[in-house]
């Protein structure tokens, strides 16, 4: 859910940041005067102070070519592996996306200079990457070169939560003393103890606090003003309201539900989306009219706005009062196509996804091993389909004993037929999920330990989706417990079906 709120997500300690990477004046022209000024050889393309000068716009985040950033970083990298450039080609990997390269960088970096800074980004690198007990091992090594920093904490509980030990987390987070901090990072303070909130069965307050994010731009798609009056939460017989759809795909569809609620109330509703998601959403009874959210500023056919994701905490309704039955329509025409695709079977025909966005920060802690959810396709009476798309379908091979569906999946459209087609979906915590649960369709999601706000309760069923059971990482370093589990209820699925 990129574009998406990044879940559990914090400001930290700005001063040990790799200095802004691929921003700082300084870190780029110790690099310049490190490198040759002409082209190396196989470098006959650009000279390198320009390839410079192109990775910079690369990692700009109008343009995010992460991959041509990527690359050119690693050429330059390999003539020069002098420390400025180490952990200029550190930051660049970050930047782009490669947090296990970065890590591995940042790793080699801290062993040559052991300070706070050095050990704090290789701490970032490693929760990136997945690894959340280095992580920890690695910023508690920043804490003791500096016991002063107290914005890293926050860094220190994130660590602490995704390896499982939430109340040890929740009461770091309460012991730090707010007068220490940024203003960014006191408010990322209350969104981290909003998750946890949450998790301890206060949704409205944890959800009060997760919206502060919005100011920090780590909530919805920031602070945002519209030509008419921002909604109060007030009933207005006979008005309409704008729900703007904002964050990922999974998001629009998330807060979509509430417009059952302002129907109720006696208003009209819009709801705007970002991801070409208008006939998806116009399945939608409850909503009046679906349009492009491109173009907002210049949109007035409507009394009053209201950003979706802070649709729950605006109407003022706590967990049991959310809609969660089906809400969502799959088009006929698409589910008599993937009907000819997904052909009726004495088996369980069950359809996978194990991976989300790479580009979304945390994407390596949610994925879920291929191999682990192939090996479903080992249980008598049941047929694998995979519903990855994009990413992830490399690790397919030819003798896969799940059916690849990728190139057909053109569509949202045709995501929704497939998924009407199939019995069960079985997913890591990707739009996938939100997709198969809105239609209806019997849903397990399997979740990391700190999993996305919607999730953060901690229990097996969700108070969001009637037709979801939740499934969440045991230990830190593997998914075997997870999986077991997965396994046995699917045996189980099998035989009463």
């Known amino acids: 859910m990129i574009g998406s709120l990044k879940q559990f997500t914090h400001i930290d300690g700005e001063k040990y940041l790799n200095e802004g990477g691929s921003k700082n004046v300084e870190v780029w022209a110790a690099v310049r005067q490190g490198l040759p000024t002409t082209p190396s050889q196989g470098m006959d393309v650009l000279p390198v102070p320009e390839m410079l000068r192109v990775i910079e716009y690369c990692l700009d985040y109008r343009v995010e070519d992460f991959e041509t950033a990527y690359k050119l970083a690693k050429t330059l990298y390999a003539t020069n592996s002098q420390f400025d450039v180490m952990n200029w080609y550190a930051s660049v990997c970050y930047d782009a996306k490669k947090y296990p390269e970065s890590y591995e960088v940042c790793k080699k970096i801290a062993s040559l200079m052991p300070t706070a800074g050095t050990y704090f980004n290789a701490s970032r690198a490693a929760q990136r990457s997945g690894f959340p007990g280095e992580a920890e ?140 998601a208008q006939r998806i959403l116009s399945s939608i009874t409850t909503i009046d009219k ?17 950003p979706g994701m802070d649709l729950v905490s605006v109407l003022d309704i706590d967990e049991d009062k959310i809609p969660n039955k089906p809400y969502i329509k799959a088009d006929p025409a698409f589910v008599k196509k993937w009907s000819a695709i997904i052909p009726r079977s004495k088996k369980l025909r069950v359809g996978v ?126 998914w075997d417990v997870t999986m077991a589990e997965v396994r046995k209820d699917l045996k189980k699925l099998v035989k009463t079906s």
């Open 137 to 276: 091992s690695l910023i508690r090594k920043a804490l003791a070169l500096d016991t002063s920093a107290t914005p890293i904490l926050l860094d220190l509980a994130v660590y602490i939560s995704s390896q499982g030990r939430f109340d040890e987390a929740f009461e770091l987070l309460q012991s730090i003393d707010p007068k220490q901090l940024s203003r960014r990072d006191r408010l990322a303070l209350e969104v981290n103890k909003g998750w946890h909130y949450i998790r301890l069965g206060d949704f409205k307050k944890g959800i009060k606090l997760i919206s502060y994010g919005r100011s920090i731009q780590i909530w919805g798609a920031g602070i945002m003003t519209l030509p008419r009056p921002l909604w109060d939460g007030v009933t207005r017989k006979g008005k309409t309201i704008l729900i703007v759809g904002e964050g990922g795909i999974g998001d629009e569809i998330i807060v979509a539900r509430f417009s059952k609620i302002l129907q109720e109330r006696g208003m009209k509703v819009i709801m705007s989306t970002v991801h070409k």
């Open 290 to 306: 679906v349009i492009d959210g491109h173009n907002l500023s210049t949109y007035t056919d409507y009394d009053y706005y209201v």
């Open 353 to 478: 996804r194990w991976s989300g966005n790479n580009l979304y920060e945390d994407d390596l802690q949610r994925t879920v091993p291929f191999d682990a959810l192939e090996a479903l396709a080992d249980i008598p009476g049941v047929k694998l389909y995979s519903l990855q798309r994009d990413t992830g379908i490399e690790v397919i091979s030819p003798l896969s004993r799940m059916v690849p569906l990728h190139d057909k999946l053109e569509t949202l459209d045709d995501a929704l037929g497939a998924i009407a087609n199939l019995d069960l979906v079985i997913t890591s915590c990707t739009s996938i999920a939100h997709l198969s649960a809105a239609l209806g369709k019997k849903t397990w999601v399997i979740l990391p330990f700190m999993p996305y706000y919607i999730w953060a309760n901690l229990r097996k069923k969700s108070p969001w989706y009637a037709s979801v059971t939740l499934y969440r990482k045991a230990t830190d370093s593997s």
